[in-house]
């Protein structure tokens, strides 16, 4: 898994993946998104279009790192995901918890 990291103002970081995120590489993402949250009133939008695969591993990275921002009056959103991704994220019920949207410019407007 590829990831690169673009920072647009007001303190808001773009996080690309591309790739598999897995168990092999989940450990990447975390430590990327928890450099990234550990900002006062972090907003980080993980763009997953380029994602080809995510396993639970992965979905727990993004979980965590969502819950820590929000802890720190942030948040992370999600955006571009696959349709299977998004049908795992409804089958788990985390549709309700994780903010979605369809592209990043979306999950940047605020």
């Not at 928890?34 to 695969?53: M, Q």
């Amino acid at each position: 898994m590829q990831v690169s990291v673009a920072h647009h103002p007001p303190n808001t970081a773009v996080l690309v993946l591309r790739g598999s995120l897995d168990i092999d590489t989940a450990p990447a993402l975390k430590a990327n998104l928890n450099r990234l949250v550990e900002r006062p009133s972090p907003r980080v939008v993980v763009d997953l279009s380029g994602l080809d695969f995510c396993d639970s591993m992965g979905v727990g990275v993004l979980v965590t790192a969502h819950g820590r921002a929000q802890e720190r009056g942030g948040w992370v959103r999600l955006a571009a995901p696959s349709g299977f991704l998004s049908r795992l994220l409804t089958t788990l019920g985390l549709t309700d918890y994780l903010s979605l949207h369809p592209d990043v410019d979306t999950a940047l407007a605020d």
